[in-house]
């Protein structure tokens, strides 16, 4: 193998473990950090790199950026969403663009089972009133059940599977919306794919699991929410700007759909003053789903992994714009 460099130039203000350089210099795999916020500063670290890496949601990878790394044939974006890295334009450069949603599918997962068990049980407003004196069990009573309900999901990827065998056993129906999922994926779980009309108008739970992207920004509007159910639940752990906020803020209110649960939002952080934090009917988290107590070691670790498998011209086992032609020379 030739020299090989990666640049790692976003960090999200971690510092990688010591184990990182030198696993990868026993690899002969040059490691060059250097947290970058101009474009002068990406071009010094990372102009002569085979890989950029971004560890969080730096945006200094951009489509005006991305012709300073003349050199690079792939990005790593340490984390699941790649929002904030130009995949379209790497894309047409031949530039491969990969991620590490493993460290983070089974913690959102998790998190998503508990928003809707939050709502549809109404713990966060039981627990306000009681904190205030109220022990008044009419005050949240819970509204849904969960047994043999049907659940709505927005996208099929590792997520998504992960909670559709968390919700087992409560013996839920299971429709799916994903264009670029096979049918015999969906059904290995018993679901069913359906187009998004069908999924937003059939399913008591809806659960938001796909990436934001042009084609996804507000996928979830006003007219999609009318087409959901009064008393159907909206969760989302994916991208807040995946539902257009105005639209489900009158939703709530208004009574479009019954309830939500949500990770993210549109900007974050919010205003103190949005107008989601006066509704009962919403559960709000900081964006804070994809976090657990090994989810640091798996993610530095898998992308790690990921850099040593591009190094002697291996394909990365996540790569999300697998269809390109790449500038690199891979094997699968």
């Known amino acids: 193998m030739s020299h090989f460099k990666v640049a790692l ?58 012709p300073l790394l003349e050199r690079c044939g792939a990005i790593i974006r340490t984390g699941s969403g790649t929002d904030n890295v ?13 991620n590490t949603p493993e460290a983070f599918h089974d913690a959102v997962a998790d998190h998503a089972v508990a928003l809707l068990l939050a709502v549809a049980r109404q713990i966060v407003v039981q627990d ?52 670029y999922v096979t049918a015999e994926a969906v059904e290995k779980l ?29 996928l979830i509007g006003e007219r999609e929410l009318r087409r959901m159910k009064p008393d159907a639940i909206l969760i989302n752990t994916s991208r807040g700007p ?14 479009w759909i019954a309830a939500a649960g949500l990770d993210v939002l549109e900007r ?13 009917n919403v559960v709000v988290t900081p964006h804070i789903a994809g976090y657990s107590p090994d989810y640091l070691s798996a993610a530095w670790r898998l992308s790690v992994e990921t850099v040593i498998d591009l190094a002697p011209g291996r394909w990365p086992r996540s790569c999300v714009n697998p269809g390109l032609t790449p500038r690199m020379n891979l094997t699968r």
């Open 9 to 66: 130039v976003g960090l999200d203000g971690q510092g990688p473990p010591d184990w990182v350089a030198e696993r990868l210099a026993g690899e002969q795999i040059e490691l060059v950090i250097r947290e970058c916020f101009s474009p002068d500063e990406l071009a010094d670290a990372a102009g002569d790199a085979d890989v950029v890496w971004i560890f969080g949601g730096s945006r200094i990878v951009s489509e005006s950026t991305l």
């Open 86 to 98: 130009p995949v379209t334009a790497a894309t047409s450069c031949g530039i491969v663009v990969a």
């Open 128 to 179: 306000r009133a009681v904190r205030r004196g109220v022990w008044d069990r009419s005050t949240a009573w819970p509204r849904w059940r969960l047994h043999g309900q049907v659940l709505g999901l927005v996208g099929f990827g590792h997520i998504a599977r992960a909670v559709t065998r968390r919700l087992r056993g409560f013996e839920m129906k299971v429709l799916v919306f994903d264009p």
């Open 190 to 218: 018993d679901a069913r794919g359906a187009l998004l009309d069908e999924v937003l108008a059939g399913a008591d739970f809806v659960s938001i699991h796909c990436p934001l992207t042009p084609e996804t920004r507000h």
């Open 242 to 255: 995946v539902v257009d906020e105005a639209a489900l803020v009158r939703a709530l209110r208004e009574g």
């Open 268 to 280: 974050e952080p919010p205003d103190p003053t949005h107008p989601l934090f006066s509704l009962d």
